[in-house]
């Protein structure tokens, strides 16, 4: 019996292949194109010790990625402007969400390459976190004014989705700054923040194709083919480093998405180890200045945060850190996908 969405998921799927290959074949030109131009990684010195050998590895390699899911996307909206029913509906805010993000973290990569704030630091953390606030509640505003309006949630359990109305707005903006956040700590061992980034973009394009949300099942599958090209070269030991030019655009469109869905509650067991590395950071940092109020001196429950470190500084190898991780992305990501039929 012939089933009708066969050929829709072979052609998403196919562009999800095709943005593969896009990423592998300029992956080398683009590695040695940054180190012509010395765009290499400073390491910071409290880093675990193996990780100064990482030290001029080239970054900014979310370029990697995003330009391939760019060029795709962008021509299929092109088609639909046509008149040609390439994508279906338009995913231009998804596109703006990319692309302005990948452009934030560009420049925030390139001060820390040229050592604009010292210690191999890049922009303020207060002028960075201004521009995602404002990326942000633009994008709250589109998915609220529309159309379509998108000021829905699903809730495990329950068949109907929710209104939230005018409050999609400041949710939006704290979702897609803590999901980037939490993508950008989760970047620091080779491959960690790209294979855990490349489940949870294939579990809420398994639930967009589900939905019937065929734009937006095309647009996760892009990303996850071009993730696939990105760890080509970003397997242990790297060749190419993502940079915040690849966290926050990776981590705020995952959001984005995930609000596209109306499964955004589920963001973080689809997302479990981006939220362990943020809780971590935060659990660290607060729990530091507690105990130095309290007692004059800082305390810290993890040996280092983000998390990866903790486990690092225990004995476990990056390898096996990574491992398990991503691991621990496809079984959450697997339960996510569950709750969301449900």
Known sequence: ???????????????????????VLWGRPLIRFLQYKGVGKQIRIEQPGHHQLKTGTPTMGGVLFVVPVLVIIGLLNIV?????????????????????????GAIDDWQGIRGLRGRGEGMSPRMKSAFQGLFAAIIGLVLYYGPPQWDYVGVPTYVDYFRVGPLIIPATIAILYLTSNAVNFTDGLDSLAGSTSLVAFACYGTIAYLQNQLYLAIFCFALTGALMGFLWYNAHPAQLIMGDAGSLPLGATLGLVSIMTGQWLL????????????????????YFKLTRRLHG??????????????????????????????????????????????
């Open 267 to 286: 963001l973080p067991i689809i997302g479990l180890v981006f939220a362990a590395e943020a809780l971590s950071v935060m659990i660290q940092v607060s």
């Open 80 to 104: 639909n402007l046509l008149g040609m029913d390439a994508i279906g509906q338009s995913t231009l805010l998804l596109f703006f969400c990319l692309g302005s993000h990948v452009v934030l």
């Open 297 to 342: 001196q800082g305390r810290r429950v993890f040996k280092m945060a983000p998390l990866h470190h903790h486990f690092e500084l225990l004995g476990w190898s990056e390898m096996q850190v990574k491992e398990r991780f991503f691991i621990a992305s496809v079984l959450s990501g697997m339960l996510g996908v569950a709750l969301a039929l449900i």
């Open 1 to 23: 019996m012939d089933n009708p969405l066969e050929p829709r998921m072979a052609y998403t799927l196919s562009l999800g292949t095709i943005s593969f290959l896009f990423a």
